[in-house]
């Protein structure tokens, strides 16, 4: 069975840092992309950044801040979070996908204070 296990949420001020990771366990096969997602309450979720390859993707308004990484035929994700801002603050969820399989994280919650 897959399981992602994130960590390195918390909480900081406006401005701080935060590097999340994510790690994947019960499978032997690489995923085709990872990536980050995270929901706001009231909110839809919505993807923050995607790597697959050599490829990476990243959401408007965090490109400049965030840098998503993975070590390359790992199943490990990490997303810095630089110059963190409130409108940041939502539970964020590792995504992995190989073929026509999905994968989810449990989140981690992220709060930024002003």
């Known amino acids: 069975q897959v399981q992602l296990v994130e960590s390195g949420g918390g909480s900081v001020q406006a401005g701080g840092s935060l590097r999340l990771s994510c790690a994947a366990s019960g499978t032997i096969f690489e995923f085709n992309t990872m990536g980050w997602y995270r929901q706001a309450p009231g909110k839809q979720r919505e993807l923050v950044a995607t790597?697959?390859?050599?490829?990476?993707a990243y959401m408007h308004s965090v490109k400049g801040r965030f840098t998503i990484s993975r070590v390359n035929g790992k199943n490990t994700v990490s997303l810095q979070m630089n110059s963190l801002q409130p409108d940041d603050t939502a539970v964020y969820y590792c995504?992995?996908?190989?073929?026509?399989?999905?994968?989810w994280g449990q989140g981690t919650q992220v709060t930024v204070s002003s």
């Open positions: 790597i697959g390859g050599r490829d990476k």
């Open positions: 995504n992995a996908r190989r073929d026509r399989s999905e994968y």
